[in-house]
């Protein structure tokens, strides 16, 4: 079964709104979950590291104001993708280490369409 | 950046044996290989990771060289529904997966 859900599985919406995904752990606690993004025909590019009980860490070229990352508790992190544009429309995936940090899961992406 | 080359794509015939290479030749010697595929518009799958001892599971087998610069994946009887991208992962143990471009592998009846 399913380790790790997301919600919503993809979103429409107008330029200049904020959008929020939501990134679930079902199987484990997770202090740590990661943020990837990934455009038409390339590869997955991680964002962020979200980390509960503290700040999240960005990649380079990240821009954190523009996603905001809570790590609410041990089985949620949320992604606000805030003033949409139509450059940001992406698959967003989230993933979660396994309980012996040997592995990561992810989950099933959300798409993203900014108009 | 990526620590691993894979070929862009490959074919494999329904029912054969899907032999998928990777070389990563800066390896360090606490790095993992993982491999994950991932089938369209869906998110990665785990398949296998392995340190040095070759691996088998449900899903595949690894086999890595004595000297860790290079592995290959093996799906033993490959499946139109195993047509994916592949992607070869070097990671230490508690640093995210970061992703290379991968092999794009379509199985063909």
């Known amino acids: 079964g399913a380790v790790v859900s997301q919600h919503p599985s993809w979103v429409i919406c107008k330029s200049g709104t904020s959008v929020k995904i939501e990134c679930r752990s079902l199987d484990f606690q997770a202090t740590t979950m990661f943020w990837y993004r990934q455009f038409p025909k390339q590869s997955l590019m991680l964002m962020a590291t979200s980390n509960e009980g503290s700040k999240a860490t960005y990649e380079q070229g990240v821009e954190k104001d523009k996603f905001l990352i809570n790590h609410a508790s041990l089985t949620l992190s949320t992604l606000t993708v805030t003033s949409a544009h139509p450059e940001d429309s992406s698959f967003y995936i989230c993933?979660?280490?396994?309980?012996?940090?040997?592995?990561?899961?992810f989950g099933p992406g959300t798409r993203l369409l900014v108009l | 950046d990526a620590k691993t080359t894979q070929p862009t794509s490959m074919d494999c015939a329904e029912g054969r044996a899907a032999n998928l290479p990777c070389n990563h030749s800066t390896i360090s010697g606490n790095e993992y290989v993982y491999w994950y595929r991932q089938i369209h518009s869906q998110g990665p799958q785990y398949i296998i990771h392995?340190?040095?001892n070759n691996e088998t599971n449900e899903m595949a087998s690894l086999i890595i060289t004595e000297d860790r610069k290079s592995s290959t994946l093996i799906l033993p009887h490959a499946t139109l529904r195993d047509t994916a991208v592949y992607y070869c992962i070097v990671r230490g143990r508690n640093t995210p997966l970061v992703f290379g471009k991968g092999t794009r592998l379509s199985v063909i009846a």
């Open positions: 993933s979660v280490p396994s309980g012996t940090r040997e592995t990561q899961y």
């Open positions: 392995g340190l040095k």
